[in-house]
């Protein structure tokens, strides 16, 4: 299916958001306007929720999690439910891609590839939902029986960013609903239009009302609303570290357990043997996909000395071929930034670079190409001559800006990879096999990718380590996320 592009003037469509399996305004009819980062244009009005709608989506919530209708149903027929909707999300693929696209501003080719993939976590997780096994304790008191059920936790709040909206959310209600728990979901701000499309899906697949509530709104107005609320047993949270750190401490008040999927300083490490050219590809497409707004985003290469120059050349030369523009149309290759303030940040870094003194040998400011209309469009950045202290290669620019920071040996490579607060993934280029293995055991990262980047799966656990994050969401790990262990004790 090929979009078309973008309108000069959007019409602005008004929605409502869902709440007990009605859809409803927020208290006093509040709104807020959804942009278009490419036409740099409102396109949505979206309710704007107050507290007391936080209060009113929990309690339908709390309600549905005890109702016969959801509570009572058996684990086979929860999972029949998930594979209804994953076929329900397979017919809607190219619509939701495309509201996607309107409403955050990535490529339209990238969204229609994540829609047709997301049907696969409601599949699998579907599929999980009657393998969910207790133990039998051979326990060591006479005449006693002990054994266990693992049941789910209550209401979980669910609280997304804006660069992956649909996908980043079903990471976390596809095992949160497998598990027999009900979500209240909170996108974000910047992009909850697909969220109230995709909400549509809930009935049809034939969920009770309340199972799955949307609210829409600000997370610094209703954020703590939602998890400080006494109803709300888990907190799933994706976002910037600030953020997860408060939304932490808050939880950990009312003793909330917490999945946390924060911010990310990856390093690409390119080795003298590496094939130069996939390495290239490798580290381009891990910094500039989805403009670089990505929690994995290789945002620092680091490059053996013995090629440093050359790769740089090879790097800048081929994001030199970016094509930006209309993120609606096939042939674009980067899109514009999400958010105002975004785009502000991302320019702000570049200074601070220069600043520091750093070199852009690719970019280094806004894009003012005719293609890219009014958006808020920022030229594919490459920063040379980075030190390891520089700010732009510690903090999380969430753009396209890349670092290369050149190494001398496998040490000092390991070394500057793992001298960051955070720990999302990490990248190996190398054809030996000794260094793959090494490294990988050695980098203080949840992922790390040896000659390819930026692969997922639902099969596979994806999580931080250090700042970058608390649990792990995809895999078999991600059920037990959403569960508790119950122990019964029996005396015959
Ligand atoms: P953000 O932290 O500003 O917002 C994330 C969500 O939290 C939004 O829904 C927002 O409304 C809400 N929120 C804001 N304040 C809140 C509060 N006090 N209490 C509760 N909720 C609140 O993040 P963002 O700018 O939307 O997204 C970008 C960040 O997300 C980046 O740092 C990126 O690395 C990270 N991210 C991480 C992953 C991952 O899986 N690790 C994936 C994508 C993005």
């Not at 996908?167 to 910047?190: I, R």
């Not at 523009?325 to 096939?330: A, S, T």
């Amino acid at each position: 299916m090929t979009a078309t592009a973008s309108p000069a003037v959007p019409t602005i469509d008004r929605h409502r958001m869902l709440i007990g399996g009605e859809w409803v305004e927020a208290t006093g009819g509040a709104t807020f306007e959804s942009e278009n980062p490419f036409l740099g244009a409102a396109w949505a009005e979206v309710p704007r929720a107050a507290p007391e709608d936080v209060d009113r989506a929990v309690k339908a919530a709390r309600k549905a999690f005890r109702d016969p209708s959801w509570g009572g149903l058996t684990p086979t027929a929860r999972g029949h439910l998930l594979r209804r909707l994953a076929d329900l999300i397979t017919r809607e693929a190219d619509r939701l891609a495309e509201i996607e696209t309107r409403d955050n501003g990535k490529l339209i080719t990238e969204m229609r590839a994540q829609l047709r993939y997301i049907p696969q976590w409601f599949h699998y997780f579907g599929g999980l939902a009657d393998k969910i096994e207790g133990r039998v304790i051979p326990i060591d008191k006479p005449g006693m029986v002990n054994f266990t059920r693992e049941e789910p936790l209550g209401v979980v709040a669910a609280i997304t960013p804006w660069n992956s909206p649909l996908m980043l959310a079903t990471w976390k209600l596809a095992p949160a609903l497998a598990a027999g728990n009900t979500v209240v979901w909170k996108p974000s701000e910047f992009s909850s239009v697909s969220a109230l499309m995709f909400g549509r899906l809930f009935a049809e697949a034939g969920f009770p009302p309340g199972v799955v509530n949307i609210v829409t709104g600000f997370g610094s107005e209703i954020g703590e609303s939602l998890v400080g609320h006494p109803q709300v047993a888990k907190v799933a949270f994706t976002g910037g570290d600030r953020t997860g750190q408060s939304v932490y401490e808050l939880a950990a008040r009312s003793i909330k357990p917490v999945t946390l999927e924060l911010g990310g300083k990856s390093a690409n490490i390119v080795f003298a043997d590496a094939q130069l050219d996939n390495a290239v590809r490798g580290v381009v497409s891990g910094i500039f996909a989805a403009t670089g707004q990505t929690c994995i985003a290789g945002s620092r290469a680091l490059v053996h000395r013995s090629i440093h120059d050359q790769f740089v050349e090879k790097l800048v030369a081929l994001g030199r071929t970016a094509r930006m523009g209309d993120p609606l149309l096939d042939t674009t290759q980067v899109g514009p930034i999400t958010t105002r303030p975004q785009y502000r940040k991302i320019l702000d870094y570049i200074e601070i670079a220069k600043g520091e003194g750093a070199t852009a040998v690719l970019g280094g400011g806004p894009a003012t190409r005719p293609e890219c209309g009014a958006g808020w469009f920022v030229e594919p950045t490459v920063f040379a001559g980075v030190n390891p202290a520089m700010r732009i290669a510690r903090e999380e620019v969430f753009g396209p800006v890349l670092s290369v920071i050149p190494f001398d040996d496998e040490e000092e490579a390991i070394a500057i990879a793992n001298d960051t607060q955070y720990g999302l993934a990490a990248g190996v280029w190398t054809q030996s096999m000794r260094t793959a293995f090494h490294l990988s055991h050695r980098l203080e990262a949840g992922t790390v990718w040896v000659n390819t980047y930026r692969a997922t799966s639902y099969l596979s656990p994806f999580g931080g380590y250090k700042r970058s994050g608390i649990g792990r969401e995809s895999g078999l790990t991600a059920i037990r996320e959403y569960l508790q262990e119950k122990s019964i004790w029996i005396d015959t």
